[in-house]
């Protein structure tokens, strides 16, 4: 008889313990560390995400941006930085949760592949030549020119287009806005096809070798945050804090600190 109890209670006591387990009676959903989210981003495109001299602190509108929005929707977030053309993949593959890039929601088959938020600010692309340059816009280009980009946005699109259309000698797309610069100033290329605000941040410390020349051109730009495609859940979190630092301040105020 006493076996026979002995295995009863043990039996018993698998299937308690299996039970409490299986519906999370482990801790599991009382998770006490919350999950911290992988914001990933391209850091040299200054004001809205970039590093100074050697430092890795990635600082900026977009990363004070999400700072607020986390705090706002009691998100733990930290940042990656990684090559443009991989923050999509980063999204697909499990490898970022956010993207904060100033990317811009209506380009190609970007809306295919991640989920975008509402639009927190708008932008065109501009040509920024040397101080010296003969150029008066985009126009102006000829076939014996070369303009640099970066590699996977929209700017580095244009001018890989523009090469194709015969229009220019070569489109240089490169990893790093910085050295789309450079290569401007070394007289590499003729012209970089840049983002209106970020020209214009370069500007600010660079007018005396530089200028921007022309009008705006391209497709009109609306930057989003991006999240894993199907994560409802945190684009709406992101959403709802945008529309908050919007309601009460912040918003203006990050403006004026990083585009003014
Ligand atoms: N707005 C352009 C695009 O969406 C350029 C974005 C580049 N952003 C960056 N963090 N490097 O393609």
């Given at each position: 008889m006493k076996k026979k109890t002995l295995v009863l209670v043990l039996a018993l006591a698998m299937v308690f313990t299996f039970a409490l387990s299986s519906c999370g009676g482990g801790g599991s959903a009382e998770k006490d560390e919350e999950q911290v989210l992988r914001v990933v981003t391209e850091a040299t495109?200054?004001?809205f995400e970039f590093t100074e001299d050697g430092d890795d602190e990635i600082k900026g509108f977009d990363v004070d941006m999400m700072n607020a929005i986390a705090e706002d929707q009691g998100l733990k977030i930290e940042f990656i930085n990684m090559e443009f053309d991989s923050l999509i993949p980063a999204l697909e593959s499990d490898q970022g949760d956010i993207i904060a890039a100033?990317?811009?929601?209506?380009?190609?088959?970007r809306a295919e592949k991640a989920d975008f938020g509402d639009t927190y600010f708008e932008s065109d692309l501009m040509l920024l030549v040397k101080?010296?340059?003969?150029?008066?816009?985009?126009?102006?280009?000829?076939?014996?020119m070369k303009l640099a980009s970066q590699i996977g946005t929209t700017g580095g699109e244009y001018v890989q287009t523009l090469e194709k259309d015969g229009k220019i000698a070569q489109g240089v797309v490169l990893n790093q806005w910085t050295d789309s610069y450079m290569q401007l100033q070394n007289g590499d290329v003729q012209g970089v096809v840049v983002d209106k605000p970020v020209g214009e941040a370069y500007l600010n410390s660079h007018s005396d070798i530089a200028k921007f020349v022309g009008e705006p051109f391209g497709d009109h730009e609306e930057f989003a945050y991006a999240v894993q495609k199907g994560n409802t859940e945190l684009l709406e979190k992101l959403n709802t804090g945008l529309a908050h630092m919007k309601e009460n301040g912040t918003y203006d105020e990050l403006v004026d600190k990083w585009f003014s």
């Amino acid at each position: 008889m006493k076996k026979k109890t002995l295995v009863l209670v043990l039996a018993l006591a698998m299937v308690f313990t299996f039970a409490l387990s299986s519906c999370g009676g482990g801790g599991s959903a009382e998770k006490d560390e919350e999950q911290v989210l992988r914001v990933v981003t391209e850091a040299t495109f200054a004001p809205f995400e970039f590093t100074e001299d050697g430092d890795d602190e990635i600082k900026g509108f977009d990363v004070d941006m999400m700072n607020a929005i986390a705090e706002d929707q009691g998100l733990k977030i930290e940042f990656i930085n990684m090559e443009f053309d991989s923050l999509i993949p980063a999204l697909e593959s499990d490898q970022g949760d956010i993207i904060a890039a100033g990317m811009n929601k209506l380009a190609g088959d970007r809306a295919e592949k991640a989920d975008f938020g509402d639009t927190y600010f708008e932008s065109d692309l501009m040509l920024l030549v040397k101080s010296d340059s003969t150029l008066t816009s985009i126009d102006d280009v000829t076939p014996d020119m070369k303009l640099a980009s970066q590699i996977g946005t929209t700017g580095g699109e244009y001018v890989q287009t523009l090469e194709k259309d015969g229009k220019i000698a070569q489109g240089v797309v490169l990893n790093q806005w910085t050295d789309s610069y450079m290569q401007l100033q070394n007289g590499d290329v003729q012209g970089v096809v840049v983002d209106k605000p970020v020209g214009e941040a370069y500007l600010n410390s660079h007018s005396d070798i530089a200028k921007f020349v022309g009008e705006p051109f391209g497709d009109h730009e609306e930057f989003a945050y991006a999240v894993q495609k199907g994560n409802t859940e945190l684009l709406e979190k992101l959403n709802t804090g945008l529309a908050h630092m919007k309601e009460n301040g912040t918003y203006d105020e990050l403006v004026d600190k990083w585009f003014s």
